[in-house]
């Protein structure tokens, strides 16, 4: 199976909303109640949002196809949060379930710290749901460690996580 990653472009706003959707669906299932996943997944609200990302040129998002079918999204960009300026933000890196734990996510990973670091930055930081254990395996497997700092998110807590570049 051949895995190609290529920056988002205009046209990929369905395709960016499908994938998130359908990743949060299954990622948090447990771990938002049923109302807040059903509204954090409505197709519409989520092609919109990434539809005025793409018209914007906000933030580096990056697409990856195995096999030519769409399968795992990332984007990054500077810190939203004040006390975090001068890093990066990993902001999603979502993937369709049926190819979990195949090795594209760190494929995609390997990709955004690399575009990261020729960026300029020396750390990057994400927030990710407690509860979301497979996710944090994922991140600590990837040189990522859980700091002290964490914020209420919908009716869970995220973690803040770092890694030095």
Known sequence: MEAVIRKVQQGDANTL?????????AAFAGILDAETLEKCTDIDRATAMYQRLLDENKG?????????????IAYWDTARDA?????A??????SLPENWHKGYGSQMMNRVLKDIKENGYSEVFLWVFREN???RAFYEANGFALTDTSK????????LYSKRI
């Open 17 to 25: 909303a499908y994938i998130q959707t359908e990743s949060w669906k």
């Open 60 to 72: 580096n998002g990056y697409l990856l196809s195995v096999d030519g079918t769409p399968h795992c």
């Open 83 to 87: 006390e975090l300026t001068g890093k």
């Open 89 to 94: 933000e990993l902001i999603c890196i979502h």
């Open 133 to 135: 254990y497979r996710a």
């Open 152 to 159: 209420p998110a919908f009716d869970t807590e995220e973690v």
